[in-house]
């Protein structure tokens, strides 16, 4: 399927809730929570891409890099490259329901199988957001990471619960989804947690646990400590909290906190393979892509999936030749330039 169609498709599916621009900014969207924007002035949204296009690299061609390895081990699991589709639901009221929740979340499981990678699912009002995950995660075999909210009192145990039902590989909590708005206008409790609190869930859960909405080295030693075996340096896409730096400004640092401890992830702005190998330059294990992958759901389901992460996987191959980078789990800071 040609990427392009996809994208055509999307935009027409997608009309009033993402306009699939050229580049996926936060510009046209700025605002538009619930839709596919930043929250408020859509600046944290912004400055994930504005700091990812501020890293440079310095290409390298006199080596003996032709065919570079993209294969990475992730908690036990092995990926053809490591890109993971971000948890991203609510279809029809972030995209406009051009399809629906369960062909969407099936999509993006098995278009990420299909190639080797894995798909997150998300979590949210109304219900059928994770009951569309699960069914999807079943059908998948629980090839793919369930993601759910920082819920208070009875709704957390119940999650957990019917989570674990699914016999995920990895599962996860975005702790950042304790400032939703979207949740907090629908009165449903979520909330920060304390360290014991986390400790707590942590040790309850079946899979390696994954901590998602990290943007401080206090909070990322915080959740090793908590028994984490994996973060994702995220700002939720700048859909929780205005005026959040980039991830790529925040992730060197909490990198240099907790490399080795835990396995890191990040998401925000990553737009193409030559993104992820930033990322990873920057102190990543793994990224995560988040509307780009919807997009190419919403626009061709699950061929739509695949033919996105083809183009991701190209271009990572390229950027690694032209960076001299042979091995994806090995890579060098000094493939970027100093910043200006
Ligand atoms: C419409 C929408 C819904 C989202 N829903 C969830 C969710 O249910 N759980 C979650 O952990 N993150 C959710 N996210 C955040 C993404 O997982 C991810 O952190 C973010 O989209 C990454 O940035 P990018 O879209 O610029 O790649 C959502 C994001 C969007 C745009």
Known sequence: MDIKEVRKTAKERMKGYCQVCAVCDGRACAGQVP????LGTGAAFMANLHALAACRFNMR???????????VGLLGQRLAMPVLAAPIGGVAINMGGGVSEEDYIKAVLKGCLFRGV???TGDGIPPFIIDAALAALAEVGGNGVPFIKPWGGQELGEKMRRVQKSSPVMLGMDIDAAGLVTLTLMGRPVSPKPLEKLKEIIAASPAPFIVKGVMTPEDACLAVQAGAEAIVVSNHGGRVLDHTPGTAEVLPCIAAAVKGQVAILADGGVRSGGDVLKMLALGADAVMIGRPISVAAVGGLEEGVVAYLDQIRSELTAAMVLTGTADV?????DILAPAL
């Open 61 to 71: 061609l006199i080596h003996g890099v032709d065919s570079p390895r993209t294969e």
């Open 329 to 333: 789990s090995r890579v060098s800071p």
């Open 35 to 38: 839709g596919m924007g930043g």
């Open 118 to 120: 894995l798909g997150c």
